[in-house]
T-cell receptor, first 115, second 113 residues
Framework: ETGVTQSPTHLIKTRGQQVTLRCSSQ?????VSWYQQALGQGPQFIFQ???????GRGNFPPRFSGLQFPNYSSELNVNALELDDSALYLC??????????????FGPGTRLTVL | GESVGLHLPTLSVQEGDNSIINCAYS??????FIWYKQESGKGPQFIID?????DKRQGQRVTVLLNKTVKHLSLQIAATQPGDSAVYFC????????????FGTGTQLKVEL
């Protein structure tokens, strides 16, 4: 086990709604990264937070946003949900976001289905 | 959307045989590479990593080889076991600071008894 937890496990929403996914990082890890994994594909980087500030963003629109809190928890928010947002959402925690060799440890993911 | 990746490459091996999973990476500036194992319904699990200043690294039953000349990475699993059945992803860190990972499409490893 990685010590990274996510909630909820599964979620069903309808198009146009908003969703908040939660992650709890390993204690002491200052960095959290979020990834989207479509069925049958590898995870795609959404963004990363380091010490509560965004520290890099992938090719995702602004309706994907995040927060990181001092207690090693974080959130991924998605507004105006689209059908293509259906995926497994993964968070990964790591020690120091500014170091390229920093190993990322993944949580079990939240399966989001948009109808 | 693209359909690339819906049909993962599959490697079938007999229990006890050695497995070799290959990966081509794209960024010559990448300085850190990781192999992850993902079982159905779970998040990716760290297996082994290697830095760009190395060409080989060994762990318990696993070895990663890095060939920077042809931008190729491989994962070797010795004495493959049924519990090794999963999807295996290589991931690269593109360097330049930060640790955004870029994942390959994955390989499905099936271990036959």
């Amino acid at each position: 086990e990685t010590g990274v937890t996510q909630s909820p496990t599964h979620l069903i929403k309808t198009r146009g709604q908003q969703v908040t996914l939660r992650c709890s990082s390993q204690s002491g890890h200052n960095t959290v990264s979020w990834y989207q994994q479509a069925l049958g594909q590898g995870p795609q980087f959404i963004f990363q937070y380091y010490r509560e500030e965004e520290n890099g963003r992938g090719n995702f629109p602004p309706r994907f946003s995040g927060l990181q809190f001092p207690n090693y928890s974080s959130e991924l928010n998605v507004n105006a949900l689209e059908l293509d947002d259906s995926a497994l959402y993964l968070c990964a925690s790591s020690l120091e976001g500014g170091v390229s060799t920093d190993t990322q440890y993944f949580g079990p993911g939240t399966r989001l289905t948009v109808l | 959307g693209e359909s690339v990746g819906l049909h993962l490459p599959t490697l079938s091996v007999q229990e006890g045989d050695n497995s070799i999973i290959n990966c081509a990476y794209s960024n010559s500036a990448s300085d850190y590479f990781i192999w992850y194992k993902q079982e159905s319904g779970k998040g990716p699990q760290f297996i082994i990593d290697i830095r760009s200043n190395m060409d080989k690294r060994q762990g318990q039953r696993v070895t990663v080889l890095l060939n920077k000349t042809v931008k190729h990475l491989s994962l070797q699993i010795a004495a493959t076991q049924p519990g090794d059945s999963a999807v295996y992803f290589c991931a690269e860190n593109g360097g330049g600071g930060g640790n955004k990972l870029t994942f390959g499409t994955g390989t499905q490893l099936k271990v036959e008894l």
